[in-house]
């Protein structure tokens, strides 16, 4: 990777995964003067949360700036940037977009998202496709966009990068690889079936950490989405503690009581332990890079804490016991040797990867990531005036549709009077298209089901809206 001494770079961000995942971006460049611009919306980062997301990502605090939305423009025509990254959800790309294009000197944007994409999601690509970048993280990932890009009708350039804070200590790379499938590493293709994965006695291949003990669970505010699967989840890390009273079972939480982060969580794992857990069942607020170090072993549905993992030589479970499909957000594991149930979290069953799996699914050898070649090309071609302006529009519903783009972003941070009324009219008329898609989906019209692509077109199931 070419360094980036001479390139003025900004991330812009708010939200904790998006906050880690542009400073570890922009961290990994040599010799680069980024800095972090973070927005207040409603979802921003708290000062605890922005010291675990900047740990060990070479950005440090000086670095990064606090602003309103007000003061983002002049702020950014003071600092005359080569290069924007716009991380934040898709609404947030959207707004600080149009403002951006708004600059004298328009730098060349760049957005992405923050962790493993599969399934691709038509509205990740809608509201990005005006970037002049739009950055993947595996070759799987850049297939999948490419291909919805294709049925939508939206071109947008895709570059390649590591996940960055999926560079641990040991990286599945060379010998780890030689090593893995000379243990004959484990069972499972690209179209294996969820149980014909879970390991028999041991697992095959693993590498035991001395002095590293804890099961580490990688909490989720989206999946599973119904409450009785995350009480069943709940009591599986009680019965995990109490099987073996020696380790600690450590639930690893994104925010803390007041905090946001980037999915609402309508059910916190901190509520369902509420009658009692026991005394070896904790809860931890560290950056995750932090709980791995004394963990044996990590359990998710499909949170991309599971890359982290695997990098730092951590053997992982993808737990299965509620199904695997798009709308878990774990077709990603299929294949890769992790997948596993409720016995194996138990027990301390957990896997590593399958060879075959790695290089398609985040672990690509690095002289593979483009992402930032591509970058210094577009700022090139920037700088001679060949690069065309990829200019967001504006709302087709005029000044009331972009006083809602911004409420709905901005939520307590905009004191605009338009603002909350676009917000008061425009919740129902939300709710009601909601309710349309959910019959269209019902009608079959559904590529959340659709188990041949790894992509869909509807828009996501969550209910997570980003006005809170």
């Given amino acids: 990777m070419t360094a980036g001494a001479g390139m003025r770079v900004v991330g812009i961000a708010d939200a904790d995964s998006f906050v880690k995942w542009a400073a570890s971006l922009l961290g990994s460049v040599p010799d680069l003067r980024a800095q972090l611009l973070l927005v207040r919306t409603q979802l921003t980062v708290s000062a605890a949360q922005e010291r675990a997301a900047l740990a060990g990502t070479g950005l440090s605090a000086d670095a990064v700036t606090r602003l309103d939305f007000d003061r983002v423009r002049e702020w950014l025509e003071a600092q005359r940037p080569d290069v924007v990254l716009l991380a934040g959800r898709g609404p947030f790309v959207r707004l600080l977009g149009r403002v951006v294009d708004a600059l004298p000197h328009r730098p060349v944007t760049v957005s992405g998202l923050p962790g493993m994409a599969i399934p691709a999601q038509r509205g990740a690509l809608d509201y990005r496709r005006h970037s002049d970048l739009l950055i993947v993280h595996s070759h799987r990932e850049r297939r999948a966009f490419a291909e919805l890009g294709a049925r939508i009708g939206v071109r947008t350039p895709l570059a390649l990068a590591t996940l960055p804070f999926a560079r641990g200590r040991e990286r599945w790379g060379g010998s780890r690889l030689r090593e893995s499938a000379a243990a004959g590493g484990l069972s499972g293709g690209a179209g294996g079936i969820a149980l014909a994965e ?62 946001a982060e980037t999915h609402l969580d309508r059910d916190p794992y901190t509520r369902l332990f509420a009658g009692g857990r026991p005394a070896n069942l904790v809860f931890s607020h560290a950056p995750m890079a932090t709980a791995l170090e004394s963990a044996a072993g990590l359990v998710t549905v499909s949170s991309t804490a599971a890359v982290e993992a695997l990098a730092h030589g951590v053997p992982v479970i993808a737990l299965d016991r509620f199904g695997v499909h798009k709308s878990l957000l774990n077709t990603v594991f299929v294949g890769s040797g992790l997948l596993g149930g409720a016995g194996e979290v138990v027990a301390g069953r957990f896997r590593h990867p399958h060879p075959s799996w790695l290089r398609d699914n985040y672990f690509h050898p690095e002289a593979e990531s483009d992402w930032w070649d591509r970058v210094q090309e577009l700022v090139a071609l920037r700088r001679a005036g060949a690069l065309p302006h990829r200019r967001v529009p504006a709302a087709r519903g005029g000044v009331f549709h972009e006083a809602w783009h911004r409420a709905s972003v901005l939520g307590r941070a905009d004191r605009s009077l338009t603002g909350g009324l676009a917000l008061a009219a425009g919740v129902p008329v939300t709710h009601a298209l909601s309710a349309l898609r959910a019959s269209r989906r019902r009608a079959g019209q559904d590529t959340w089901a659709d188990p041949t692509t790894d992509y869909t077109l509807e828009p996501n199931p969550f209910q997570d809206s980003i006005r809170r």
């Fill in 198 to 259: 879970r390991p028999v006695g041991g697992t095959p291949g693993a590498v035991r950490r001395p002095g590293a003990t804890d099961v580490v669970f990688a909490a989720q505010a989206l999946v599973p989405r119904r409450p009785e699967e995350r009480a069943a989840i709940a009591a599986l890390l009680v019965r995990a503690a109490e099987a073996d009273p020696s380790r600690r079972v450590v639930v690893k939480l994104r925010s803390r009581p007041g905090e």
